[in-house]
């Protein structure tokens, strides 16, 4: 005997439900539509709340439901060996790139002490001594240092150190040429320790004194030296070597009057070069002598501090370059 449901309300977009019918048996069917047209669906209250969907007393749920067969029902196996790989192979991964941090740490050591052997043979020689050490009360270090230099070597170092000073910030010539003195009686003692503080401050001030000759001297006062003259291009070149020569004057004038003479090709104005570079207490004047005699005269060599050279050329081309003029 079958049971039919009562028809339910449409739905909101306006479609019927069908109703459903329930054998003896259990199973649901369709029921069969009466040829007859269906009637026009009612209108849907916009508000579905409190509706309720009365069965009749007759009706009666299935007493055998219908139960899926075992095929239909998905398998739990394959995705608990899919787990499974999964977990291989992340504990596969973690001990590859644990091999690979192992040979990475050792090439990088191994680099490391290829370029650094003193570094890595220190650090080998503290991990030996931590694992002799180890399980035992730590000793604490002992920090070595080196002694301070005997009072004679100190004293020498300051002394150098003095002429250096006196060199650069005075221009002084007798500081400079003790210096010399000092390098030439270690030439065949390298090993002194103060070969290196010696040679050291020769070349700071040389490198000095090549820099302040690409520097011109400030001008002369024309009217003081000479009173007809206005400008320096007023000044005979007696005055300006007159003002080279005499020692009286400041260092910055003589140095000024030695860049003037640097175009003037006369024997006295060569000679008053010659000398003052032999002469001069100031290593400034010295330096820009040097500068206007190798303009004048053609001296080919560059050491200006070097006046045992230049008076070896000299001698030897003098007669020549004061015989042209």
Known sequence: MAHQLPQRRPSGNGQMF????????????????????????????????????????????????????????????????????????????VFCMAIFAQILLIGGLGVAA???PKEASAILDKAAQYLDAEGEEATPQVVHWTPPEPESTLGARIQI?????????????????????????????????????????????????HVSAQNTPPRLDAQ???????????LPTASVIQVLRDRRHAAESRERAAYLLAEVNTPPAQKALFNTIQDDPNLQVVVQAFSSFCKSTGYPGHDCFDSEAVESWWYQNAPKILGQN
């Open 224 to 234: 003081a030296i000479f009173p007809g003259a206005e400008a320096e291009p007023d």
């Open 161 to 209: 150190l003095e002429l250096e000073d006196r060199a650069i910030v005075r221009g002084d010539r007798t500081a400079f040429s003790e210096l010399q003195r000092q390098a030439k009686l270690l030439e065949s003692d390298s090993a002194n320790p103060i070969y290196d503080a010696v040679h050291a401050s020769l070349v700071r001030v040389r490198q000095l004194y």
């Open 18 to 93: 069908d109703s459903l019918r329930y054998s003896d048996n259990g199973t649901a069917s369709a029921p069969s539509r009466a040829p007859t047209s269906t009637p026009a669906p009612a209108m849907v209250p916009d508000d579905m709340t409190g509706l309720v969907v009365e069965l009749p007393e007759s009706f009666e749920r299935p007493s055998n439901p219908v139960v899926p067969p075992d095929s239909m029902v998905p398998s739990l196996e394959p995705v608990q060996q899919v787990v499974q790989v999964k977990r291989g192979f992340s504990g596969f991964g």
């Open 114 to 116: 290829y370029f650094y």
